[in-house]
C-alpha cells in the first residue's frame, strides 16, 4: 500500500542530486575552462573570495578547477552548485553568503543581467565547430549571394562564428554575425555605436537597417533533438525571430541543416493556444522563478497589475523550481504565470507535465491587456523587463473609461462569450457582486470560494458543543507514511 502512492521513506536519503556529467581529463582543464583568462579576471580585481557556479552536468570537474584557480591566483574559491531556480542565471543570493567579491558562471548562461552589482565572469565554453561542413551547409541553403543573413549560434558555438563568416564574406557580403551580450566594461561604447540588444545576443546593424529583415542561420544543437527537448535557447529565437524570414539550424558536427519554420509554427500556435487559456481563466498563480534577475519585484507588481485589470485573483507563489508535484498543491489556480529569465520560462517540462498550463510573462499580457496588438502582428517578448514602462516594447494599460475593454471577446476553447472585467458595470442582474448564504449571511464571491464550494470535502466541520471532552490519550508514534503500530511493509 505504501509504494501504490508513495515513495518509501529511504528513497529520500538515496536520491542522487544529479548526474555530474562526463569528467574534463585534468590536462585540459585550462583550455576547456579558459583557466588562464579567468585568473587574470580575478588578479585584475584583486578579489580574495571567488565564487565558481557550476551547472549539475559540470559539478565533476569543480573541485579540480577551484584547486587550480586557488593555486595559480591565491584566493580563496567557493563552488555553488545546485540553484534554487535555473543554472543559467547568476546566483548572487549564493555568493553574497559566501561573502564573495566576484563570480565567475560557467556553462550555458542567460546572460540576464544580475539584481545586485557583482564583478562577474561567464566562460560559455568552446564546442568543436566544423567550419568547411557549415560553410557548405550555408551555401546550399542560401544560393541568393545578396540576401541578408544573420549568423547565431548557442553559447559555446559563438567563438567560431568569426572564422565561419571569414570563409563566407566574400561570396556573402550582406551577412551579420551576433555575439554573446556579455556584460560590457562602463564607457567602451557610445549611445551612437550601441549594437542592437535582443536575444541574449548583441547584433551590429547598420544605420537604416532593422532585424527583422534578416534571415538566420543557427550553428548548434544535435540532430536527435525533438520539440519536446528542444534548447530553451532555440526556443526563444523561433519565437521570437521574424515569421517571414527563413530559419535554418545547422549541427556543428556534422554540418547538416534543418528548417525550422515547421517548428517554429507549432510553438507559435502553442503560445496562441496559451493565451487563450489566460483569457479564460479567472484565478492565475504567478510563480517567483527568480529572485537575482534585475527587475524581479517592478515585474511581479506589473503581472499583478494586469491580473487585476482584467478582473481575474491573483496570488504570487515563491516555490523554487516549479515542479508537478508542487503545482498540485494548488488546485484552484486555473493557470500558472513563471517570471523568470528567458531560457526559464521556456525550459523543457518534465516529463508528466503539469497539471494546470505554464505560461511566460508575454503571454500573460497578451491575454490581459487589450491594447495589446493582435496575435501575430505582436513581437514575443522572452524577457519580462521588455514588458516594462521604459522599454520600446512596453503597451500601458488603457483607461478604465476605454472602449477596449467593452470589445466583445469569444473564448476560442469553450465557444462562449466571456464576461467583461469584474470591475466593469454589467446589465445582467445575474452578475452580482454579493451572493446569499442559506443562513442569510452576505459574502463577497470569490473564483477561490466557488471552488471550495465545489469540492466534496470542505475541512473540518467545527461542531461547538457537540462533542464530548475526554482526557488525553497517547496517540501514534513515527511519521505519516510508516507509524510505529503499523509494523514493516
Known sequence: ?????????????????????????????????????????????????????????????????????????????????????????????????AGAQALVHFGPACLSPPARPLPVAFVLGQRFVHLELCAKAFEAQNPDPKAPVVLLSEPACAHALEALATLLRPRYPDLLVSSPALPLPVGSCSPESEPLERFGRRFPLAPGRCLEEYAAFYVGGSEASTDLDLDPDLSRLLLGWAPGQPFFTCCPDTGRTQDEGVRAGRLRARRHYLVERARDARVVGLLAGTLGVAQHREALAHLRNLAQAAGKR???????????????????????????????????????????????????????????????????????????????????????????????????????????????????????????????????????????????WQGLQPRLGQTLATGAVSGRRGIAIAYDDEGGS
Not at 528513497?11 to 579567468?38: F, K, M, N, S
Not at 478604465?400 to 462562449?416: F, N
Open 1 to 97: 500500500m505504501e509504494s501504490a502512492f508513495s515513495s518509501p521513506a529511504e528513497a529520500a536519503l538515496q536520491r542522487e542530486a544529479g548526474a555530474a556529467g562526463v569528467l574534463t581529463p585534468l590536462v585540459d582543464l585550462d583550455c576547456v575552462y579558459e583557466l588562464e583568462r579567468v585568473a587574470g579576471f580575478v588578479r585584475d580585481l584583486g578579489c580574495q573570495r571567488v565564487a565558481l557556479q557550476f551547472p549539475d552536468q559540470l559539478l565533476g570537474d569543480a573541485g579540480p578547477v577551484a584547486a587550480r584557480l586557488e593555486e595559480t591566483t591565491g584566493s580563496k574559491m567557493f563552488i555553488l552548485g545546485d540553484t534554487a531556480y535555473g543554472s543559467c542565471c547568476v546566483d548572487v543570493l549564493g555568493a553574497e553568503q
Open 314 to 456: 491573483s496570488y504570487v507563489l515563491a516555490l523554487g523550481r516549479p515542479t508537478p508535484p508542487k503545482l498540485a498543491n494548488f488546485p484552484e489556480m486555473d493557470i500558472f504565470v513563471l517570471l523568470a529569465c528567458p531560457l526559464g520560462a521556456l525550459a523543457p517540462q518534465p516529463s508528466g507535465g503539469f497539471f494546470r498550463p505554464v505560461l511566460a510573462p508575454c503571454e500573460l499580457e497578451a491575454a490581459c491587456n487589450p491594447a495589446w496588438p493582435p496575435l501575430g502582428l505582436a513581437p514575443h517578448l522572452t524577457h519580462y523587463s521588455d514588458l516594462l514602462p521604459g522599454s520600446p516594447f512596453h503597451v500601458p494599460l488603457p483607461s478604465p473609461d476605454s472602449e477596449l475593454w467593452d470589445t466583445p471577446d469569444v473564448s476560442l476553447i469553450t465557444g462562449e462569450l466571456r464576461p467583461p472585467p469584474a470591475w466593469k458595470p454589467s446589465n445582467d442582474p445575474g452578475c452580482l457582486a454579493l451572493t446569499s448564504r442559506p443562513q442569510l449571511e452576505l459574502a463577497e464571491s470569490s473564483p477561490a470560494a466557488s471552488f471550495l464550494s465545489s469540492r466534496s
